[in-house]
């Protein structure tokens, strides 16, 4: 089993910035894809992010290329989603995702990940 807790939401204005952490617990995250996923009120979830195992590729929704970057510390057992140029349009619950296999590979698509955390809201102000 794992655990993944989110942290690092807020309410901030358009243009800031905020980075996101992902902690995991009960199994280390050297094993698998991991991706980050938002809700806005009213939409479906969206894929946002994900990097693979080894942490050599990552792939991102065409709305915040650019703007965010996804990156994993392995030996602290977290992921991260640095958003910058905050937008209006981005506030949404982020959830991060993982999935437990030996491929290094990326997947955009929810069912692919077996392990999320509860969320954390992220708020932007025009």
């Known amino acids: 089993q794992v655990q993944l807790v989110e942290s690092g939401g807020g309410l901030v204005q358009a243009g800031d910035s905020l980075r996101l952490s992902c902690a995991a617990s009960?199994?280390?995250?050297?094993?698998?894809?991991m991706g980050w996923f938002r809700q806005a009120p009213g939409k479906e979830r969206e894929f946002v992010a994900a990097?693979?195992?080894?942490?050599?590729?990552?792939f991102y929704v065409d709305s915040v290329k650019g703007r965010f970057t996804i990156f994993r510390v392995n030996a602290k057992n977290t992921v991260y989603l640095q958003m910058n140029s905050l937008k209006p349009k981005d506030t949404a619950v982020y959830s991060c995702?993982?999935?437990?296999?030996?491929?290094?590979?990326?997947?955009?698509?929810?069912?692919?990940?077996?392990?999320w955390g509860q969320g954390t809201q992220v708020t932007v102000s025009s």
């Open positions: 009960g199994r280390t995250l050297t094993g698998g894809t």
């Open positions: 990097i693979s195992r080894s942490g050599s590729t990552t």
């Open positions: 995702a993982a999935r437990m296999d030996s491929a290094d590979a990326i997947y955009t698509r929810a069912y692919a990940y077996a392990y």
